[in-house]
């Protein structure tokens, strides 16, 4: 039973955080949000008995990705009038 | 409003696929043919502790080889999209705020062991999870580390150019290696097996996703360099 309801608390936070992604306004969070249903999945991974999966997930997914967008959203963001 | 309509129309019929797979599950008892074969013989023939890396690399290499190529290009478009253009004047770059002390001391002590922690993943491929692939985006993420950390920092372009070519090309050689001196294409067994468990057993494994994971290394550490600049 516990095992069960962690499990939907997981899944829960990738709904969430996925969701928020989408729904959040400013792009930095909406990245980082991204890269936590990432994360989460991760962890799902883990508890489903396939850490090979999980260890890509964790870093491509929630590490590279959300730096890319970062990086992304850095370069293509209007420059600060000064 | 019709839009809006399509998506939600959509989204109605995706659930009902999804509706249906859940309504018709079952978990498996056992494990179906091909799996319990992988599985019975995995460890026997090639010698991995690792049967998730026994079917990646040998198995079904060749799929392994596709991905390796698709990354490739990939991050070779990227290359050709963001490749630097000589800037006019007026935009030149706003000098970035040097890092803190604290960062700088924390990249030094930690991008070695970063660096470590990849290798150990790539090397170990055939005994603890992980393999090529994850360990090369550990590689990746201490460079975006000292990236992040050091704004001036810059790759030597020769040396990430050369190595991820020369790897990939060592991937194909022992792909080639295994098709002339064992059953086929990416064989591992043209080297000795080894002892079970052992870090140097399971034939050319060790070798291919060391490979593998300096290739994937340095292909997103030199996306990753492409972005910052």
Known sequence: MTLFLIGLALCAGIIVSALLAVQLGNTVSAAITAGMASLFAAITYVALAAPDVAMTEAAIGSGLTTVIFLYAIRRTAEPPQE | ?229
């Open chain 2, 1 to 229: 409003m019709i839009k809006r309509a399509t998506v939600l129309l959509s989204l109605v019929l995706l659930g009902l696929v999804f509706l249906q797979l859940v309504a018709g599950y079952s978990p498996r008892t056992a494990l179906n043919p091909v799996a319990e074969h992988y599985v019975t013989a995995g460890p026997e023939e090639l010698g991995a502790a690792n049967i998730v890396t026994a079917v990646l690399v040998t198995y079904r290499g060749l799929d392994t080889l596709g991905e390796v190529a698709v990354l490739f290009i990939s991050a070779a478009g990227v290359g050709l999209l963001l490749r630097r253009k000589t800037r006019p004047a007026d935009t030149a770059r706003r000098k970035p705020r040097p890092s803190s002390e604290l960062v700088g001391t924390a990249v030094r002590f930690l991008l070695p062991l970063i660096f470590v922690l990849g290798a150990y993943i790539f090397i170990n491929g055939h005994l603890t999870p992980g393999g090529g692939f994850q360990g090369g985006a550990v590689l990746a993420s201490g460079i975006m580390l000292l990236l992040l950390a050091d704004p001036h920092a810059h790759l030597n372009h020769r040396l990430v150019h050369w190595l991820e070519s020369s790897s990939g090309f060592g991937y194909v050689v022992v792909g080639v290696l295994g098709l002339v001196f064992a059953g086929g294409f990416l064989d591992n067994r043209f080297l000795g097996l080894g002892t079970f468990g052992e870090l140097f057993s399971a034939g050319a494994m060790p070798i291919i996703y060391a490979l593998i994971g300096l290739k994937v290394g340095t292909e997103l550490s030199a996306v990753l360099e492409r972005m910052k600049d």
